[in-house]
């Protein structure tokens, strides 16, 4: 089985902190996709990448910057934490292509205050 | 842009009813559907996925169903059990474009 993994469940940081979140799967997988989870709004695509150093804005990128300098690491950095960012981040991969299954990792609960 | 919506949002049954979930979305040029399960506090499951060619699919108790054409996709769940209990959501990847859009989802309750 496809293994996704992010690798904190909880983070509590401060305004203006820089935070780290990183994502690793194992399946040799060429999509990676970072999607923000929120109440009343659903998921929402921060970024997402094809290839190793190749990136793409999604619908709220703003706020946001991501990293994919090894396959198998997608890491989603948060440049300035402010408090509407506070959210559950999803990280996700696919094989490749356009007509893949979409695999999650759990989650991380970022909390900002 | 592609919107997509899940009614009802919230649902509750009791165990052993068959039941159906609803998904619609705006915009029909799409690669394929796909339905997700998500437990509380958790990152989401694949249960299905329908490409845009095939009218539905199938796993055990779960069935989807696929009407590119009108914008709608169902999920039939037979004899529910309260391990069902969970939110469902359907998403969509449109064509040229790898991300999904995703729908709110429905929150299901089995009672027992």
């Known amino acids: 089985d496809v293994k996704v993994t992010q690798s904190s469940r909880y983070l509590v940081k401060r305004t203006g902190e820089k935070v780290f979140l990183e994502c690793v799967q194992d399946?040799?997988?060429?999509?990676m996709f970072w999607y923000r989870q929120d109440p009343g709004l659903g998921l929402r695509l921060i970024y997402f990448?094809?290839?190793?150093?190749?990136?793409e804005k999604g619908d709220i990128p703003e706020g946001y910057s991501v990293s994919r300098e090894k396959k198998e690491r997608f890491s989603l950095i948060l440049e300035s934490a402010s408090t509407n960012q506070t959210s559950m981040y999803l990280c996700a991969s696919s094989l490749g292509g356009d007509r893949e299954k979409l695999f999650f990792g759990s989650g991380t609960q970022l909390s900002v205050l | 842009k592609q919107e997509v919506t899940q009614i009802p949002a919230a649902l509750s049954v009791p165990e052993g009813e068959n039941l159906v979930l609803n998904c619609s979305f705006t915009?029909?040029?799409?690669?394929?559907l796909q339905w997700f399960r998500q437990d509380p506090g958790k990152g989401l499951t694949s249960l299905l996925l329908i490409q845009s060619s095939q009218r539905e699919q199938t796993s055990g108790r779960l069935n989807a169903s696929l009407d590119k054409s009108s914008g709608r996709s169902t999920l039939y769940i037979a004899a529910s059990q309260p391990g069902d209990s969970a939110t469902y959501l359907c998403a969509v990847q449109n064509t040229g474009r790898r991300a999904l859009t995703f729908g709110s989802g429905t929150r299901l309750q089995v009672q027992p």
């Open positions: 990448s094809y290839d190793v150093k190749m990136k």
């Open positions: 399946m040799d997988h060429e999509n």
């Open positions: 915009d029909s040029a799409i690669y394929n």
